[in-house]
């Protein structure tokens, strides 16, 4: 139980365009999501928190009209990259904690975006 | 603020020998702590967790981690490695007094090497 999946698990796209990234809840229901970037030999940076049906909470510096995050419903959020940069280029993780989150959190296997 | 502190950057353990995978926290109530792993270009995957209640806690593939509240400490421990434990481990803290949305501090990583 408590799996999570992210699509696509690696994306190439080229600078300014757009990208999505799915992140799914398949058998729990996550009131609260969190998005992460990953660089290399580095720790998670969270970049943003999502509760089901409201806006997210962006961490300090993250632009928040960069980097969209809709929380649709309570098994799917998703992470939209637009106007991408070679810079955006990174390991994007999601994570979600089920029910009223006294517990872990649950991480999909990541997105490798690459911008070209 | 809540913090924690991943001290060693890697860890060598020979197979079959005890490991240790340090941690240590700072949070201004009774925190809530959790250990991670990660293998390469993977997600981050749960293996146990302190929330309350007897201070050695056990968890997946046979880890455990002690938890010490006059230490502040959270370490991670193996009676015996193996070279599948050789992977990125995480400590994360999270302070359930911290209102909103509660989110959890990642340590910098470990990157554990059992050698054969």
């Known amino acids: 139980g408590a799996v999570v999946s992210q699509h696509p698990s690696w994306v190439i796209c080229k600078s300014g365009t757009s990208v999505k990234i799915e992140c799914r809840s398949l058998d729990f229901q996550a009131t609260t999501m969190f998005w992460y970037r990953q660089f290399p030999k580095q720790s998670l940076m969270l970049m943003a928190t999502s509760n089901e049906g409201s806006k997210a909470t962006y961490e300090q510096g993250v632009e928040k009209d960069k980097f969209l995050i809709n929380h649709a419903s309570l098994t799917l959020s998703t992470l939209t990259v637009t106007s991408a940069h070679p810079e955006d280029s990174s390991f994007y993780i999601c994570?979600?904690?089920?029910?009223?989150?006294?517990?872990?959190?649950?991480f999909g296997p990541g997105t490798r975006l690459t911008v070209t | 603020a809540q913090s924690v502190a991943q001290p060693e950057d890697q860890v060598n353990v020979a197979e079959g020998n005890p490991l240790t995978v340090k941690c240590t926290y700072s949070?201004?109530?009774?925190?809530?702590l959790f250990w991670y792993v990660q293998y390469p270009n993977r997600g981050l995957q749960f293996l146990l967790k302190y929330i309350t209640g007897d201070n050695l806690v056990k968890g997946s593939y046979g880890f455990e981690a002690e938890f010490n509240k006059s230490q502040t400490s959270f370490h991670l421990k193996k009676p015996s490695a193996l070279v599948s434990d050789s992977a990125l481990y995480f400590c994360a803290v999270r302070d359930p007094t911290s209102g909103g949305y509660q989110k959890v501090t990642f340590g910098t990583g470990t990157k554990l090497q059992v050698i054969p």
């Open positions: 994570s979600a904690r089920p029910g009223t989150g006294v517990g872990e959190q649950y």
């Open positions: 949070v201004s109530g009774n925190p809530y």
